[in-house]
Structures are given as C-alpha cells and as structure tokens.
C-alpha cells in the first residue's frame, strides 16, 4: 500500500508529532510562568517574549550535553527507557481528538481509552525502569516511590475515568467526546474533582510529587541521567502532564468541541481543545502552588482509605444515575 | 545574683572544703576552681542542687607547662564556670557526659585541638580534625605550628573512624556532604530500616577554619572582622559577642545610644535568620510557595539593615567601644514604616501555619523532643524554647539595651518541628516590636567611644542570644594588642545532639524538615 501523504502529515505535523511536541513545550512554559507568578516571582524572561522560548532552549542545551552511562547501570535499559517512555506517551496523545479527530484517521475503536490508560501505565514502569536500571540509591529510591505511588493510584484513575464512560455509554473516547452534548463535567461533578485530585497523584505534582522530592533523594531516578537521555525524561514528564490533562479535557470537558464561527472547524476545535487544556493546567498548578508535599506513608494511607472508597462510591453513583435519573432528564 | 545562687556557693565550698575555690564574679557569675581528679564530684555536687545544670562549653586553654581546662556550665539562667588544670605531659580527665550528656562534642573537640584524654567517654574519636590529620599535632596548643604539620604530612598516621556494626539489614543512606538538603558541606550517616531510620553518625567539620587559632594571630580590631565572618547570617551577634567580651576585659563602658544601635542591627539579624529559615523550612517539605513569600519578605529586611550599616549581609558595623555608625532621623522612620508593612504581612503567615493541613502533617509530631531531653543534651535557642525550656539570654543576662526593652519570651510545649518553627514566627513579631521600640526611645548622645588598642591581662566570657540560640565568646588576654586564646561555641553545635536525638525512629522522609527546624549552621559549627 502506497503511503498516503496526508496521513503521514496528519502523523508527524499536525495534529501529530509536532504539533504535540511544541504544545508540550508551549504548556510547560505556560505552567513554569502560571507557578512562577503565583509565588510572585517573574518566572522564564529572557527567551523569546515572555520566556516562551525558554523550554526550547533547555531541550536544545541539554541534547547538546555530553552522553554518560554510569558504569554500574543495566546499559540497555538506561539507554532505551526514557525514549520508549516519551514515544509511549505521543503514541497514546495520537488517539486523544485534537482537531475533531484522530491523528491517524479512523483509528478510533472501541475501548480505545482502556488501550491508552494502559500505554500510560506502561510509560510510567518504563520509567521505574529507568530509575531502578540507574544503579544508584537515590535512582533506586525515586524509581521505588514512582512504582508505589502509580500502582495505589492507577486503579481509582482508572475509576474515574469510568464514570464518563457509563454516561457515554461507550468506551472509545470519540465516543465519549460526541456525547457531550452537555459537559460531563456538570453531569458528574463529583467524579471531575477527585480524577482531577487523583491525577495530581499521577503526574507527580504537589502534594504528591514524592519521587521528586529533591531534599530527600536528590534527583530521584533522574540523579544519573544527563544530556539527551534526561531531556527525554523532561519530555516525558511533560507529554505527561499534557496528556493528563488532554484525558480531563475529553473525558469531562466536552473534548475539542466548541461554537465554530468562520473557516475550517478543525481550526476552532484546536484552539477550544488548547485553550481547556490550559484551563486544566492552571486548576492544576493552582493545586501545587497550594499545598506542601506530602510523606510516601502518608499518599498510601490517603490512597487506600480515602479516594479508592470514593472512586467505588462514585462509581456506583455514576452508574445508578446514568441507569435511573438521566435518561428522564435528557 | 540572687541569694539562692549565693547559698548554693557556699554549700559547695562547704561540702567540698578545700578542694575548691570560689571565686564570685569571675568568668559569669562565679569561678569554682577544682582539682581534674574531683572534675566528676564537682559535677555532681552541682546537680544534686540543680539536676536542670547543662554545659555551655568546654574551653581548653594552653598554660605552657598544663592545660588548662574551663567548664562553662549553666546554672539556672548564670554561667558558672568549672577550672581545672591537667598536666602537658600526662594529659587525661574523666569524662563528665555520663553526667552532663551534652558534653559529649565538647569532649571530643578538646580532644581534638588540645590532645587531652578524656577517659570514659562513650563514644570517643575526631570530631573537627580530618581523617588524615597526623596524630600527635594538636592545633590549638601554642607550639602547634603549621610547619609541624607540613613535616608531618608524609608521615601522618590516618585514623579512619570506625562505623558502628550494625546487622546486615539496615541500609545506609548518607546525607551529605554535598546534597540538596543541606547548603553547606557536612555528613550524616542514617541507618535505615526500610523508612525508619535506626542509627545517626554525624560527620562535621568539613569546613573547619580554625578561626580560634588564627584570631590569636590577630590583632583585637582585626579580629572583629575574622570572627564577623564565622557565619553569614548571624555575624552581627559573633562581632558583639566577641567585642563584649574584650569589653568586660577592658572596662569599657558603651554609650547608650550604641547600645540601642547594637540591639537593632542584632534584632535585624534575627528577623533575617528567621524568616530565612521560615522558607527554607517550606522548601524541605516541598512548599515551594512559602519558600518563595518568606524570601520575597526577607529582601526588605535586607536592604534595612544596607540602610543602617552600609552592607547587606556581613554589616561590619559593631567596633569596640560601640558602633561604627550612627542611625539618621530620616532612616530611623524608614525603618519604622518597612517593619510596619512587614507587621500587615505576618497574619498571614500565622493563619498559614496555623491552618494549612498539609505543611502541619509534615510538621507536627516530627523529631518530637522532650523538656528532660532538651535539658539533657544542653540544646539552647528557639529548640529550647520549644521544648517548653524557658531560656533566652536576652531576659536571662540582658546586655546591650534588652534589660530596658520589654518583651515577651515565646515558648511552646510540644517539642517537635512545627513548634520549632511556630516559636520563631512568634519572635519575628517580638522582634520586630523591639526595634519600634528602641527606635522609639532612643537615647542622645554619643554612639562610640575609642577603645585602646592593646588589652590589659584578664579573661572574660560572654554570651548573646544568636538567632539559633545560646553563642558564648571566651577570650583571653596577655596584655598586648594580640588575644591569648579566643573560644567560640555556637549554637548550632550545641543543637546537633538534639537531632542525633530526634532522628532515631521518625521516617527517613521527615529527616530534611526536622533537621532544617534546628537551624544548622555548618559555617558556625566548624568555625
């Protein structure tokens, strides 16, 4: 089969590869001013205007850093993880509709949104095996708080991210996205809150940022890396943040649709799917800047006793609303 | 001093008859000169009449033929202070710290610069010295020379110290030297079972300068400025302590505008130190956002103390005999106005750290230290105080202008972190209201008076209420322009002990908060 070049734009430019890349970087420096002017201070300046060039920059000076291995590290592992953990994350971003649709198009399926959950999950062992192949204490200790801080939160995420599905009736996020004739936001806001709480958690942001918390283990499964290989862990813990968001974005927010005033559609679906994300971004640096970082004994205590009965709970509610009361409000 | 103190003389003159002499108003309220073999009942007859007696410092002295060994104990709120003399050839004392734990570092440390024994000691070894430092050179004796040690370098006898055997299931975790919970360059050993940690061995003295030998090479006028720089933030308080007490040696007597000035640059200080400590506290527990507030609210306190004495961080303004420079009208009202607009901003604070859940699960019932335990181990300052330990220098031997400024003393029972930092958000306000009111009840008047360059025969101790606590200053003079011997004990040596304490059992997570709420400071530890 000859390759089609439409597709191949759609894949690497827009709304692919590129396009993703530059809004991870575009949002990293959105969230690097948001903190820095919530804590009064000036935050990225020099850059571009407004600093907007500044995370270009520190990916370009660190790909341009020397290369080392650590002699003791699982020299494959270390090499391979944190590129396979950033090009897990673009992968799943392809399925989230940015402009109305797929990047590749037609490729959404039913349970599409179990598929990418789980490319996350495996981006997220991907990297504890970054940390852990690192063979250094602080490596390994990071890497050991990511394991136990995705493992108590991946299953009430998932949990969450359920209840939009039983309103929708549909696991694929299309799916989910054309039902939104009404936000499900406002339909399940209990359920936005905590995924919102529990994402935190995901993505490693106070007060959970536990494995970053640089006064205990340094850099946590960072410490051994440099030069190209951290940049992509930056990158991946960027794409992160931006997917996490993206879920809110479709899952609870009405995805990319929005009023369409003039020209392509495709333009204004971008501009309302960036311009939520950002919306999510600020809730969620709001959170940060909000509170102090919490002990790893402490996130697993509030894990197990508080949001998995919740996410139970508002499951059950969820499916007895979507089953009983909306069907005669809607 | 008051009767009791008075009584309490004369009893121990009495039961230990001939063996002591008391000598009243000498180095603090009273020196009892002993014999080193009665080091230990001496001690122990003090406790029998005061069981809360701790140990400010232990001060070795070169006398030529002995060594001369000065136990600077705190009785109540007075300093008392214990002599006794060993011989240079056969140098050893029993230990006291069976008696007295804090006296612990302060054994080792003689050990180190004055190469006296110290028998029974239960955990004896270098405490400043380098591993590789050669044995048999004791720097702060008068023949230590520093050719001594370049002819001994290629024959030096290393002394690695020997880690305590532990079974093979605790892990070792190092804090330090280099790491990015402690700015300045010191090694903690943490033995870790899982995430409670068993076992602490300290390393200090990274950074040792010997600034006490190299003060005895110093003029008096140029030591005020060697021994401002033992620490950054509190340098103020080392320049007064050190000026006091050539001062007392030379019986000179501030004017009373000086002494106000000297208040309030020593009170800007403490704002400084606190605050600063505040945040860096926040950023231990990942609270970036306080960090940020408190840095940003620090700066003005900066620039007030530019205003006052030329300079932001080292001011270089205390001399002997007074200050280097006078406060104008026009700068005495400025600094009223910025403290007002810090005044608005601290309920903030309070409402913060009283009610933001997240940085009080961090805090609360963290490093937890008792009243017997403060006492034990002779911690002083703001650790003290939250402890439930009332002990300030300032109310307990006012100097300066504090006996005429009124102000509450802060202190909290619980003991743990969060009341380590509470009693310092407590003290910014008192600060504070002490410069308004020294500014306000300012006296005329002159603000120096020359002092003579060389200082007649004498020795004298004194103490000041650093922002971490407790700083003594012993100096001793020959009658020249040089000291014989100056000794520094700062507050954050003394508070070591209590984190040494506080670790074992907490979580491994709780280290950098508990640790950084004693707020060391390395540059101070190994002056």
Redesign the interface.
């Known amino acids: 089969m000859p390759l089609d070049p439409w597709f191949l734009f759609r894949v690497l430019v827009f709304p692919g590869f590129i396009f993703i890349l530059f809004l991870t970087l575009f949002c990293d420096w959105f969230e690097r001013k948001i903190e820095a002017r919530?804590?009064?201070?000036v935050g990225p300046a020099v850059a571009g205007p407004g600093g907007i060039l500044q995370p270009l920059a520190d990916l370009i000076k660190l790909f341009t850093k020397e290369d080392i291995v650590p002699r003791n590290a699982k020299s494959t592992i270390f090499k391979i993880a944190p590129v396979l953990g950033f090009s897990m994350l673009v992968f799943a971003m392809l399925f989230i509709p940015i402009d109305g649709q797929n990047a590749i198009p037609s490729s959404s399926f039913s349970g599409d949104l179990v598929f990418v959950l789980t490319l996350v999950t495996i981006a997220n062992f991907l990297l504890f095996l970054s940390g852990w192949a690192s063979a250094n204490?602080y490596g390994s200790i990071g890497a050991a708080r990511v394991l136990t801080q995705f493992l108590g939160y991946d299953i009430p995420l998932f949990m969450f991210a359920l209840s939009p599905a039983f309103l929708a009736g549909s696991l694929s996020i299309a799916g989910i996205v054309e039902s939104q004739y009404l936000p499900f936001m406002l339909l399940a806001p209990w359920a936005f809150v905590f995924f919102i709480v529990t994402l935190q958690a995901e993505l490693e942001k106070?007060?959970f940022?536990?494995p970053h918390?640089?006064?205990?283990v340094?850099g946590g499964l960072e410490t051994e890396y440099g030069g190209g290989r951290l940049a992509f862990l930056h990158l991946t813990r960027d794409v992160q943040i931006v997917f996490g968001a993206s879920l809110v974005v479709v899952l609870f927010l009405g995805g990319p649709y929005g009023p369409v005033f003039f020209g392509p559609p495709a333009f204004w679906y971008t501009l309302w799917f960036v311009l939520k994300l950002l919306v999510v971004i600020l809730i969620s640096e709001y959170i940060t800047?909000?509170?102090?970082?919490?002990?790893?004994?402490?996130v697993v205590a509030a894990n197990w006793k508080i949001i998995m009965p919740l996410a139970v709970i508002s499951l059950i509610l969820t499916v007895a609303l979507a089953t009983w009361v909306y069907p005669l409000v809607v | 001093m008051p009767d009791s103190d008075q009584d309490f003389l004369r009893t121990l003159q009495e039961t230990m008859g001939e063996n002591v002499q008391v000598t009243a108003g000498h180095l603090g309220k009273a020196s009892i000169k002993s014999k080193p073999e009665l080091i230990k009942q001496v001690v122990q007859a003090i406790q029998r009449d005061e069981p809360t007696a701790a140990i400010t410092a232990i001060t070795g002295l070169d006398l030529g033929e002995n060594i001369g060994i000065m136990y600077h104990t705190r009785l109540r709120h007075n300093l008392v202070t214990l002599i006794v003399e060993v011989p240079k050839t056969k140098p050893s004392i029993e230990s006291i710290t069976d008696l007295i734990p804090g006296a612990n570092f302060h054994e080792r440390e003689l050990t180190d610069l004055f190469g006296v024994t110290v028998e029974g000691h239960p955990s004896p070894g270098r405490l400043v010295l380098p591993e590789g430092w050669p044995i048999g050179l004791y720097p702060l004796r008068k023949d230590a020379k520093i050719e001594n040690l370049q002819e001994s370098q290629s024959s030096q006898g290393s002394t690695t110290p020997k880690e305590p055997e532990t079974d093979g299931k605790l892990v070792n975790i190092i804090i330090g030297p280099q790491h990015p919970a402690l700015l300045e360059p010191e090694k903690f050993s943490l033995k870790v079972d899982g995430e409670i940690v068993r076992q602490v061995v300290p390393r200090i003295g990274y950074v040792h300068r010997g600034v006490e030998k190299a003060a005895e090479q110093r003029t008096y006028l140029q030591d005020v400025y060697l021994i401002e720089r033992i620490c950054g933030i509190c340098n103020s308080c080392h320049a007064t302590t050190f000026v006091e007490a050539v001062e007392k040696i030379l019986g000179t007597e501030v004017p009373a505008r000086g002494k106000y000035i000297r208040t309030i640059i020593l009170e800007l200080n403490r704002l400084h130190s606190h605050l600063l400590l505040l945040g860096h506290a926040g950023l231990e527990i990942g609270y970036e956002t306080l960090f940020q507030y408190m840095w940003r609210d620090r700066e003005p306190i900066m620039d007030l103390t530019e205003l006052l004495t030329g300079n932001r961080v080292v001011s270089s303004s205390i001399a002997i005999g007074g200050v280097r420079r006078d406060v104008k009208e026009t700068d005495s009202e400025k600094i009223k106005a910025e403290l007002a607009k810090l005044t608005k901003k601290l309920p903030f604070y309070q409402n913060l750290f009283e009610n933001e859940p997240t940085l009080k699960m961090r805090t609360q019932n963290v490093g937890k230290l008792s009243k017997e335990d403060a006492t034990k181990l002779c911690v002083v300052g703001p650790v003290a105080r939250a402890s439930g330990v009332e002990f300030d220098i300032r109310k307990d031997e006012p100097y300066e202008a504090y006996g005429e400024i009124p102000f509450k003393l802060i202190t909290r029972q619980e003991g743990d972190t969060y009341a380590r930092l509470m009693v310092r958000l407590g003290e910014i306000t008192e600060s504070i209201n002490i410069i308004t009111y020294a500014l306000e009840h300012f006296p005329t008047g002159p603000y120096r008076i020359r002092a003579p360059r060389t200082v007649p025969k004498g020795e004298a101790v004194s103490r000041v209420e650093a922002p971490r606590g407790e700083l003594m200053h012993y100096v001793r003079s020959n009658g020249t322009a040089y000291p014989e011997r100056v000794k520094v004990r700062t507050p954050t040596f003394a508070n070591i002990p209590a984190f040494l304490k506080t670790a074992i059992g907490g979580n491994l997570a709780d280290v950098p908060a508990n640790f950084v709420s004693l707020d060391p400071c390395f540059s101070c530890t190994d002056r």
């Open positions: 919530m804590q009064n201070r204490p106070d007060p940022d536990i918390a640089e006064s205990e340094v800047c909000l509170f102090a970082r919490l002990r790893i004994d402490q």
